[in-house]
């Protein structure tokens, strides 16, 4: 199978120039055992290794193989994560100053990005499950109101799977959006794996982010952008002005050949068998199941436990360590890299404290919060420092949320209330410092 971009860098690194250019390693040295394999392949922007923000190769190639493999028309490549995507996205999607119907539950790189570009967000609400105490997926019609509510909101951003694995209907949504006029972008961090599972979950979509270090083999920070519709050349453009302007070739590198190891019958072969252990791990302890009107990532586990923390710290004790909890879920995020041996222990510690696996009281997140100040304006304003149960009244100048990157309680620019202080006291949560609006408060 190509890996274009690795291609590139063997061929340059195999042919022992002598590199009076960055980075300063030479390709010969770096001071750890376990980087110096990658010291050859770390270049930067020369005729033989190209440009990730220009046309020509190997990009165009590596990118195009991605598109394919994901069902795009065209990919960028991102070193900044989903992060930088995002930006990126919105940026492409949104006029500054205009409206964005957004997903509550966003990730924290939604709502910078919204203060950066001066948006108005109106938010999208997920329905609340009682029976598994989680937010559910958003629908088509949940959707189509907000947007008949808020006609002058032309771009829609939702999260999908969400960190606990669920999926809303992306191609449903989509129609929607297109029928009125807009375009949908779908925060897909979580989701890098899905296309080759044969699972359409971006289908529709106008851009969509994914991570490829989150659940594919690829280094840290390694992201993809995926878009249809859109000029490469504006996409590159607009993706080197959130980017480094230094990109690490070993990141992608990594993303070419996690995309190759995932087309190949060993990636395919394991990233199928890792689904299935999963789904005996939902039937055999307490999960989130998939069920009518609740699709799942077949490859997320979440758990339900009694004590989120508790449990957590209980499994990192056995040696095992779980990717997030909250109140009454452990998150673990499972891949093709996973091995038979990792799921035997996993299996065994759960079994371990099975007695500590049940339903926890459901306590949905309280309504929104008074909005006083734009996300801009809470971004760049003074702020101070103070315990949470000082801020009663005061403005929010970050995100308040049980666990990051959680559905935030109060948002940038909201106000924290009573309803909001009391639904902290019951979960549990108390943040020695939280950063509000210096000198402004509505009490």
């Not at 069902?71 to 992060?83: K, W």
């Not at 409206?99 to 109106?122: K, N, Q, S, T």
């Not at 607009?238 to 690490?248: L, N, Q």
């Not at 699709?295 to 360590?321: M, N, Q, S, Y």
Request: contains cysteine.
């Amino acid at each position: 199978m190509p890996t274009p971009i690795y291609d590139a860098l063997r061929t340059y690194a195999d042919g022992n120039p002598a590199r009076f250019h960055m980075p300063g390693h030479k390709g010969a040295f770096l001071p750890a055992p376990e980087l110096q394999p990658l010291a050859p392949l770390d270049v930067t922007e020369l005729p033989p290794t190209g440009n990730l923000y220009e046309a020509g190769a190997p990009f165009d190639r590596a990118q195009a193989l991605w598109a394919a493999a994901a069902g795009f028309e065209n990919c960028q490549l991102l070193t900044g994560g989903s992060t930088m995507g995002l930006h990126t996205a919105l940026a492409l999607l949104c006029p500054p100053g205009s409206a964005v119907l957004a997903d509550r539950g966003c990730h924290r790189a939604v709502f910078h990005a919204m203060a950066l570009l001066d948006l108005r967000p109106v938010y999208l609400l997920r329905p609340w499950l009682e029976g598994d105490s989680l937010a559910g997926p958003i629908s088509p019609d949940q959707v189509a109101q907000a947007l008949d509510d808020h006609p002058e909101a032309k771009t829609v951003c939702i999260t999908s799977p969400t960190y606990s694995g669920v999926l809303s209907d992306v191609a449903a949504v989509a129609r929607v959006v297109h029928s009125r006029g807009g375009r949908l972008l779908v925060d897909g961090a979580h989701g890098a794996h899905l296309p080759f599972l044969g699972l359409e979950a971006f289908q529709g979509a106008d851009c969509a982010v994914m991570s490829a270090h989150k659940t594919l083999p690829a280094l840290g920070q390694g992201a993809m952008l995926f878009t249809r519709g859109l000029e490469g050349e504006r996409v590159r453009r607009m993706a080197s002005v959130f980017g480094t302007s230094s990109p690490s070739y070993p990141i992608l590198a990594s993303l070419d050949l996690a995309r190759d190891y995932l087309e190949g019958e060993e990636g395919r072969g394991a990233l199928e068998e890792t689904a299935r252990r999963v789904a005996a791990l939902r039937e055999r302890f307490p999960a989130l199941r998939p069920g009518p009107g609740l699709e799942l990532d077949p490859c997320r586990l979440t758990l339900k436990v009694k004590d989120g923390p508790a449990f957590a710290r209980a499994l990192e004790g056995l040696g095992i360590w779980p990717e997030m909890e909250d109140g009454g879920h452990v998150v673990f995020i499972c891949t093709a890299c996973d091995s038979a041996a990792a799921f035997r222990r996993l299996e065994g510690a759960l079994e371990q404290l099975r007695g500590q696996m049940g339903d926890c009281p459901p306590i949905p997140p309280p309504p929104l919060p008074r909005r006083a100040l734009t996300p801009r304006q809470a971004l760049f304003a003074p702020a101070e420092l103070l315990p949470l149960e000082a801020c009663l009244g005061r403005t929010a100048a970050c995100q308040l949320a049980p666990y990051p990157p959680g559905v935030p309680v109060v948002a940038p620019g909201e106000v924290i209330g009573k309803k909001e202080l009391s639904y902290f006291r019951e979960i549990g949560y108390n943040n020695p410092g939280v950063a509000v609006i210096s000198g402004q408060s509505t009490q």
